[in-house]
């Protein structure tokens, strides 16, 4: 199309040079030297005086009204070109009153006064519409101690040590409704938790449509979610389209986590484009409000229908983004974020395929957090074929004949990579470490001991402690697995640690729930199994057990620890619980969210 385009231009231009070399009004020499003069000034002045302006209002205009004064100054900026020849009056004619008539200086005046008229009035307007409700005190467990308080100023201490706190409303964004269906929804509370409805936090998904976008919701104290926005990534997700098994439609896109990502200092979202293989950079203000700043290709191409592009760890002392890819040879990929939040693709690349396998598929990249080790999990040793239901086969036939299964880490130990990191972000070499079960997918480090890690297995059926030394050696203890008599494997992927480090809350996506695990020391127990309610899907989803499931993957835990929410992909629902104190979850809201698509929680 682009070829099409220039082409038609370049006749154009070819025309338009070849009637004026024949007019005799036309003198070559004197309108070559206009020409050039404007293309001088225009790229020599005005392009500089439109980039600084950009640049100026970035730095100095508040985020919730950038966009009513760009657009104010995008229309005096239009308005005064057309109408500066008019205020100087050129072609006036002295004795011809009919020429030129009006006073075209004042007429200007009152069109730009009236423009940023317009504009302040809008601003206003919105920050009226999202102005909260009044305070109210709350009850809430300080992440850091777990300690329980009760005074509305001992309240407001520890939420402002938690999250951050709304400050000045916002305009409302653009969203993408049209294409999911979700228009400017709000939670489904059930009808014992109505008492408060403050905002306490955000909450932010990733829709994976074909034009991705990112969904902002307001958190409440009663764990409720009313939708904020909805903002573009400026990239493409994959529409539902499963890479793996070529699937069109299902639930866990990418079989990956963390394709969201919040910067420890929140001023920055990341989210990863996995159509297009790009990431998406964010901008938050102090409200949580979402800028797109930049969108830049991972470097690696897509083959095929989608990339790969599923999950981001961040180093803030070096400001580099580790991107995963779920297939290789290049599965990870850095670049660097500049003080505006701005990528730029690095040539470094990194593989976790080794000399007998050359085709493994990744699933989670995590940094540790003293930043010293990147670790990267994985579920295949081979990329598998599918079922009729397009469902993955997990055993191919050995050298030897006899079957042998694909999982990673089953039976080869060399399940779980681990790369040293350098100063500058770069990274060493890997170690392939016995990753303690089938298919290490997700690692989840604890709060408060920088070298302990809990893994959770799509093969193994469970989770185990880890730990890694200042040397890089790992060890993994033993395998605390659910109950599997519903079938295996159960695709237990997805993790969340509490807090205090007291509990993991672990996603059971071939069962349609989630089981809790108590942490005691260096113990790993089984709390509720399940822990929830099974949530049905639609029917049409079958995991790798052969059970019909709803195809619930990434989750996400409230800072305070009081609230979990769950993507359920097949049921077309982001549901929230409330944490009881024994590891059961009680639902409390649920929002309505495209079908099959959605990847990625991350919030605050």
């Not at 790009?278 to 797109?292: A, H, K, R, T, W």
């Not at 059961?584 to 309505?592: A, F, H, I, Q, R």
Request: hydrophobic share 40%; aromatic share 6%.
């Amino acid at each position: 199309m682009r070829i099409v385009v220039a082409s038609l231009g370049l006749c154009a231009i070819g025309y338009a040079v070849a009637g004026a070399a024949r007019a005799p009004a036309i003198v070559p020499g004197k309108h070559v030297v206009f020409l050039l003069a404007v293309l001088a000034l225009h790229d020599a002045v005005w392009m500089p005086l439109v980039l600084a302006a950009g640049v100026a209002i970035r730095a100095t205009v508040p985020a919730r009204v950038r966009a009513h004064v760009q657009a104010a100054l995008i229309v005096t900026a239009s308005v005064a070109a057309v109408a500066w020849p008019l205020v100087l009056g050129r072609g006036r004619i002295a004795d011809n009153p009919s020429a030129l008539p009006r006073d075209y200086p004042t007429g200007l005046a009152i069109t730009i006064a009236a423009t940023w008229l317009a504009a302040a009035i809008l601003a206003v307007v919105s920050a009226i519409r999202r102005v909260p409700p009044p305070r109210a005190a709350a009850r809430f467990a300080v992440p850091a101690t777990g300690t329980t308080i009760h005074s509305s100023l001992e309240a407001d201490a520890a939420r402002r040590a938690t999250v951050p706190e709304p400050g000045a409303p916002v305009a409302p964004r653009q969203r993408d409704a049209e294409e999911t269906g979700m228009h400017n929804q709000q939670s489904v509370p059930m009808p014992d938790r109505q008492a408060d409805r403050r905002p306490t936090g955000h909450l932010y998904i990733q829709t994976n449509e074909a034009r991705n976008a990112v969904v902002h919701y307001r958190r409440s104290p009663d764990g409720g979610l009313i939708e904020i926005e909805r903002v573009p990534t400026g990239g493409s997700g994959s529409a539902g389209f499963k890479p793996i098994s070529g699937q069109p439609s299902a639930p866990n896109d990418f079989e990956g986590a963390a394709s969201v990502i919040l910067t420890p200092d929140r001023r920055f979202l990341f989210a990863t484009n996995g159509g297009d293989n790009s990431v998406s950079s964010f901008e938050m203000d102090g409200n949580g409000c979402l800028s797109l700043v930049d969108v830049k290709p991972t470097g690696n191409p897509v083959d095929g229908q989608s990339g790969t592009a599923k999950s981001l760890a961040y180093a803030p002392s070096s400001g580099t983004l580790f991107v995963l890819h779920g297939f290789g040879p290049d599965h990870v990929r850095l670049m660097s974020v500049d003080p505006g939040g701005r990528l730029t693709v690095r040539l470094e690349r990194y593989s976790v395929n080794t000399l007998d396998k050359h085709d493994r598929v990744a699933t989670m990249v995590a940094l540790s957090p003293d930043e010293r080790h990147l670790f990267v999990g994985t579920t295949f040793d081979q990329r598998p074929t599918a079922n009729p239901d397009g469902s993955a086969i997990l055993w191919v036939k050995g050298p030897d004949g006899k079957l042998k299964s694909i999982a990673s880490n089953e039976p080869d130990p060399d399940g779980l990579i681990t790369f040293p990191v350098n100063a500058d972000g770069t990274l060493g070499a890997c170690s392939f470490h016995d990753g303690g079960g089938g298919s290490p997918f997700y690692i989840a480090f604890l709060h408060g001991r920088q070298d302990t890690f809990i893994l959770g297995y799509a093969v193994g059926d469970g989770i185990a402690m880890g730990t890694i030394d200042g040397d890089g050696e790992v060890s993994v203890g033993p395998l605390v697995t659910i109950d599997t008599s519903a079938g295996k494997p159960s695709e237990l992927c997805w993790l969340s640690v509490a807090p205090d480090d007291s509990m993991v809350f672990a996603t059971d996506f071939g069962y349609s729930t989630i089981s809790s695990y108590r942490i005691d020391g260096t113990e790993v127990s089984l709390a509720q199994d399940p822990a929830c309610p099974k949530v049905p899907g639609d029917g049409t989803f079958r995991a790798l057990n052969g059970t019909v499931s709803s195809g619930p993957s990434d989750n996400w835990l409230s800072p305070d620890g009081a609230y979990l929410y769950q993507i359920y992909g097949n049921a077309s629902k982001l549901v929230g619980y409330a944490v009881q104190d024994d590891g059961s979850l009680d639902e409390v809201t649920s929002v309505g969210i495209p079908y099959n698509s959605p990847q990625g929680l991350a919030g605050v």
